[in-house]
């Protein structure tokens, strides 16, 4: 099934986009506490981005959310989804030279081994 379970829709929650909303409200607050509001929301925004971002890896660990459970809801991973994940491989293997990390330098690895991998043909229904 497509729905997301009650798990996804927690780290989904947890780890939603922040900012992009409430700071555009702010600024179209006229009057002299517009500084201060738009201060606030900068500093609320920038909190909960990084101690929020910091957190989501460990809720989706401790959720039991990884990519092994992925795969057994969805044993076929088709050419597409394959190439959105050897881009982010590639864009933390990238980063991982100037923030180092343990956790990029293993999925630039695990990227690498499964290049090696046949992909799964998509098939194709034509109708007449």
């Known amino acids: 099934s497509d729905s997301l379970d009650w798990k996804e829709q927690v780290l ?3 780890s939603g986009v922040r900012g992009a909303i409430p700071f555009a409200l702010a600024v179209q607050i ?3 506490a517009r500084g201060a509001l738009v201060m606030a929301t900068l500093a609320l925004v920038i909190v909960t981005t990084v101690v929020n971002g910091t957190l989501t890896a460990p809720l989706a660990q401790w959720l039991g959310l990884n990519k092994e459970t992925n795969l057994k809801k969805s044993p076929t991973m088709t050419k597409s989804f394959r190439d959105v994940e050897n881009l982010w491989a590639d ?3 990238m980063l991982s030279h100037y923030f180092g990390g343990e956790l990029a330098k ?3 690895e695990a990227k ?3 290049e090696e991998e046949p992909v799964v043909a998509e098939s194709v229904h034509m109708v007449h």
Do not use: S, V
Request: no cysteine; aromatic share 20%.
């Open 91 to 93: 864009f933390d293997h």
């Open 12 to 14: 989904l929650w947890f």
């Open 30 to 32: 006229p009057g002299t």
């Open 106 to 108: 293993q999925r630039a």
């Open 112 to 114: 690498r081994a499964k």
